[in-house]
Each structure stands twice: as C-alpha cells, then as structure tokens.
C-alpha cells in the first residue's frame, strides 16, 4: 500500500531509503484511502513523524497522512517555519472526518493534566474526535492523557524514569489488536509516571491487553476498540533511547542507563532492535481494524 504525506516532508527521503512506497501531495489531496491526522505533542517533531508514518506503511489499504500541532502552546524545539509549512491547527480540521487520529507522547508527565498548557484544546480535540474520527491510538502520556479525559483514570508519579526494553504478557490474546502478537514481546518504554493496571482492569469500559512484569501496564483498549492506549513506544527506533540517555547525561540530568537495551549494559554497543517486527503487526492491526 501508499502512504501519502505533505510535500517536502523530511520523511519521504528516509522512508524512500527504506524502499517505502510513500508519495507526496501538495494542493490536491488523495481521494482513495484512509485519512490518518496525527497530533504530534512530541519535542522531536521531525523523528517522531518519520518513526509513525514507517508503521503506518504496513497498513493493507492506501492512506494519507495530515499532521496538527496546538496553538496554546508553540514547540520551542521545531522552527516555526517546519511548522507553518507542515502543521496545521484544529480550526483547519475541524470540519472535516477521519478515520484514525494518533495523539503522540508528551514531555509533561511531571505536570498535573490541568497545568499543561494546552490541556483545555487537548480536551476539545478528545471531544470533537467522538464525532469525527473513527478510532484513535494513543500514546505514553497521549495514552494517559486520554484516560483520564474519558474515563477519570489517574496518573502516579514514578520514583525513576521507566526506561529500557521490557517484556509483555498478553491479557488477552483473543483480541484483534493483538492478532499475530507474540506472547513476551518486547517493546520501549521512556516515561515517568504510570496508570495502574488494575485502574484498567476495574474500568467496565476497558479491555487489559498487556502488561510488563517489570514495567506494568503497556495496552488497553475500549471494548468498541475505538480507542488503543499504548504506554509504550512500539513504533520507537533502535537509537531513540540512546539519543534520549546520552541527552540527559549531557544536560546533568540524573538518568539510569535504559535497561536490556545496550548489550552487556555497555553504552558503548549499539542497542538491537529486537521489537520493530512486533510495532509493524501492533500498528497495522490498528489501522486496519474497522470499526
């Protein structure tokens, strides 16, 4: 299948280099296919954009790709020129339907949900997508940011980071969004505040996918599968979590080193990419569940 996304996108070159099928569109946007409009919170614009858009590329349909940033709040690590050429605000979307929305992480787990600068337009958007959007897929705090938004689900505040390659167990393995996922798969985690499983498990409205013996909850999903909650980063690369460590070591910042991820737990060794087999099956049965 074809993944279509903004002209000129930095994407399309490394995604080409991968052999992707992966077009562009400027003024005409594709009439054939699923439309994908991903709200990307994340500091690292460009890697995240190219780390969705690679899963997506599994999907057994042809889709097209808009990205959407918030106006409450300018990323201060993307030039503003990135943004006007590639993003577009809610108001530009607003009239329109889809049938996905990916609401990415956020580096503001350490704020209460209602400190967050654009939490107000955040809950609009939750609001708006029950009428315009099929299904969404959420992520780390996008994940947490949505439980809370639509089921009051807190978030806990962790002692240290959640960092390393962990192992999961599926709850329930009878689950289409689960289909052809190994038990102990392993997949990235990079946060620092958790939702309990058992929040998951007592919520009617919620089905437990998986969880990490050492790590905790990972996935859930409303039982109309609508909505995926991912704690998780899947669809990370295999240098994402170094990139992350050497930044903070660099900063002062106290960091662990991420755990079973460098071989021997040496730094100095480029980290395996033991879990990208496992991301392309989670994100392709995503998006290509009906709903």
Same mark, same amino acid.
């Given at each position: 299948?074809?993944?279509?996304?903004?002209?000129?996108?930095?994407?399309?070159?490394?995604?080409?280099?991968?052999?992707?099928?992966?077009?562009?569109?400027?003024?005409?946007?594709?009439?054939?296919?699923?439309?994908?409009?991903?709200?990307?919170?994340?500091?690292?614009?460009?890697?995240?954009?190219?780390?969705?858009?690679?899963?997506?590329?599994?999907?057994?349909?042809?889709?097209?790709?808009?990205?959407?940033?918030?106006?409450?709040?300018?990323?201060?690590?993307?030039?503003?020129?990135?943004?006007?050429?590639?993003?577009?605000?809610?108001?530009?979307?607003?009239?329109?339907?889809?049938?996905?929305?990916?609401?990415?992480?956020?580096?503001?787990?350490?704020?209460?949900?209602?400190?967050?600068?654009?939490?107000?337009?955040?809950?609009?958007? @939750?609001?708006?997508?029950?009428?315009?959007?099929?299904?969404?897929?959420?992520?780390?705090?996008?994940?947490?940011?949505?439980?809370?938004?639509?089921?009051?689900?807190?978030?806990?505040?962790?002692?240290?980071?959640?960092?390393?390659?962990?192992?999961?167990?599926?709850?329930?393995?009878?689950?289409? /969004?689960?289909?052809?996922?190994?038990?102990?798969?392993?997949?990235?985690?990079?946060?620092?505040?958790?939702?309990?499983?058992?929040?998951?498990?007592?919520?009617?409205?919620?089905? /437990?996918?998986?969880?990490?013996?050492?790590?905790? @909850?990972?996935?859930?999903?409303?039982?109309?599968?609508?909505?995926?909650?991912?704690?998780?980063?899947?669809?990370?690369?295999?240098?994402?979590?170094?990139?992350?460590? @050497?930044?903070?070591?660099?900063?002062?910042?106290?960091?662990?080193?991420?755990?079973?991820?460098?071989?021997?737990?040496?730094?100095?060794?480029?980290?395996?990419?033991?879990?990208?087999?496992?991301?392309?099956?989670?994100?392709?049965?995503?998006?290509?569940?009906?709903?």
């Amino acid at each position: 299948m074809t993944v279509f996304v903004p002209d000129g996108l930095p994407a399309v070159a490394k995604l080409k280099e991968e052999n992707a099928d992966i077009r562009v569109y400027s003024d005409g946007i594709p009439e054939n296919g699923k439309k994908i409009l991903i709200l990307n919170l994340m500091p690292t614009k460009q890697a995240t954009e190219t780390q969705l858009i690679r899963m997506l590329l599994t999907a057994k349909n042809d889709l097209t790709v808009f990205l959407m940033n918030t106006v409450t709040y300018t990323s201060r690590n993307t030039a503003s020129e990135y943004l006007d050429r590639f993003y577009r605000a809610f108001d530009f979307y607003k009239n329109d339907f889809f049938d996905g929305l990916i609401v990415t992480g956020a580096p503001v787990e350490h704020l209460e949900f209602g400190q967050v600068l654009y939490w107000n337009e955040l809950c609009g958007i @939750f609001e708006w997508a029950e009428s315009h959007v099929k299904k969404l897929y959420t992520v780390c705090w996008g994940a947490q940011a949505a439980l809370n938004y639509y089921f009051g689900i807190q978030k806990h505040p962790l002692p240290q980071k959640m960092f390393g390659i962990f192992t999961h167990n599926i709850v329930q393995p009878e689950n289409p /969004l689960c289909k052809g996922v190994e038990n102990g798969f392993p997949a990235p985690h990079s946060r620092h505040s958790d939702v309990y499983a058992d929040d998951i498990a007592n919520c009617k409205d919620l089905d /437990l996918i998986s969880v990490s013996p050492e790590a905790g @909850f990972l996935w859930a999903a409303t039982k109309d599968k609508r909505i995926t909650f991912m704690t998780g980063h899947p669809e990370y690369d295999a240098e994402t979590l170094s990139l992350e460590y @050497f930044r903070d070591l660099e900063k002062g910042d106290k960091i662990n080193c991420p755990k079973h991820y460098f071989p021997d737990d040496n730094p100095a060794c480029p980290p395996p990419l033991t879990w990208r087999e496992t991301a392309k099956t989670i994100y392709s049965n995503w998006v290509d569940l009906e709903i």
